[in-house]
């Protein structure tokens, strides 16, 4: 039984099913901050944060629980209203995390059906992918253009605090300073003239105008008029209904945007329109498939992208993982990240910083190390995936 923090609520659930450390830090989603606690060698050993709309969600992890809280703005809720948005906070971890999900039963099937697979599935144990906002998903995407994970980082956390006002202020968890939060901007926020200069400014380069451009379109089809019971514009509204379509429509809706092609768009059908089965093709993957799947090239030579070689490993992933090859995927792309070379080993190596690390850790105290993995319970079968996160939830 983990000890609830105060202030923290307590889901049963263990890293078998979701890894922290992992899900957060593999570039699925770009505005979580990490920090580590002042604890001994007992998880939980970080605390990771992220800004909704409305309140900031606080997440830590034990090898049986996941604990949660959220922080709200003033005026601070009644006690009634307070379980009711304790409630609300639940059932958006359970819907962004996709806990109706077993992911254990996943792993098993997919090892079964992939000695790759199961040389890794041990160890990268608790990737599943994030359910996450098609709005956020989409700019955050159409960031990754020719970018890497840290960078893209800072460029969608640069989005939010230069164009959405602060939600609110929390002490960093050892108390040394106060963190301002700010949600992700609408699509109107982003679609004003003077957006594309100022992005780059900021870095974004030929980025910017491909989110201010999309941005725009989607403001002037959809307008910017919200209802006062629903905190989203319409074009939010607009990227929700995607799920309900085929994925071969969401697709066509999605390559409309400026700066979307192939691999962006399959990138938010799968981390944010459900479509689970959607595989994701880069550079990463191609290197995956020449190493591991029999796929003609060069491990160190640049293969030539083509549409016809992008259906093809798209239906040959497909053929070997099944309806959730998406997911399977994502747990053969971290495995193939440089900052999970240690990951989940008993002995990792230690990571010497360069010049440039240690300078960026000393300028911003938010870029923390990839957090080590809890411990892993052994893995117990779900009967019913669908009661996963209704198993136990602890409130105090």
Not at 1 to 18: C, D, E, N, R, V
Not at 107 to 135: C, H, N
Not at 375 to 389: F, G, M, N, V, Y
């Amino acid at each position: 039984m983990s000890i609830i923090p105060p202030g923290f609520s307590a889901l049963a659930l263990p890293t078998i099913q979701l890894s922290l450390s992992a899900v957060l830090k593999c570039g699925q989603s770009f505005r979580w901050t990490v920090y580590p606690l002042n604890t001994d060698a007992s998880p939980p050993s970080h605390e990771y944060r992220f800004c909704l709309h409305d309140r900031v969600v606080c997440l830590r992890q034990t090898p049986t629980d996941i604990l949660y809280r959220a922080v709200f703005p003033d005026p601070q809720p009644t006690p009634a209203e307070r379980a009711l948005r304790d409630t609300e906070t639940l059932l958006w971890l359970k819907d962004y995390f996709q806990l109706n999900v077993d992911l254990a039963s996943l792993y098993e099937e997919w090892a079964s059906r992939d000695k790759v697979f199961l040389g890794i599935k041990d160890r990268f144990t608790g990737i599943r992918m994030l359910r996450q906002d098609p709005w956020e998903n989409l700019i955050s995407f159409i960031c990754s253009s020719n970018n890497n994970i840290s960078r893209i980082t800072k460029m969608v956390q640069n989005l939010a605090k230069e164009y959405s006002a602060p939600l609110l202020s929390i002490p960093y968890p050892d108390g040394s300073g106060v963190k301002e939060y700010h949600p992700f901007p609408p699509p109107s926020a982003l679609a004003n003239p003077n957006v594309s200069a100022r992005l780059r400014a900021l870095g974004f380069g030929y980025r910017a105008e491909f989110i201010h451009r999309t941005a725009k379109m989607l403001v002037d089809v959809h307008g910017v008029s919200r209802d006062p019971l629903h905190p989203s514009e319409p074009s939010e509204v607009f990227l929700h209904t995607l799920r309900k379509m085929s994925t071969e429509d969401a697709r066509a809706e999605l390559l409309k945007f400026v700066g979307v092609g192939r691999k962006v768009a399959d990138c938010v059908l799968l981390m944010s329109l459900d479509k689970t089965d959607v595989v994701p093709i880069d550079t990463h993957v191609i290197q995956i498939a020449i190493r591991h799947y029999g796929m003609k090239g060069s491990v160190k030579g640049k293969t030539n992208m083509t549409p016809k070689l992008y259906e093809e490993l798209c239906t040959r992933f497909v053929q070997i993982w099944g309806d959730y090859a998406g997911w399977a995927h994502s747990v053969l792309f971290t495995s193939d990240l440089k900052a999970f070379a240690s990951y989940g080993l008993i002995n990792p190596q230690p990571f010497t910083p360069s010049q440039n690390d240690r300078k960026r850790r000393n300028e911003d105290p938010m870029i923390q190390g990839l957090p080590t993995p809890p411990p892993t319970p052994s893995a117990r079968k779900i009967s019913d995936p669908a009661e996963l996160p209704k198993k136990r939830a602890r409130v105090q």
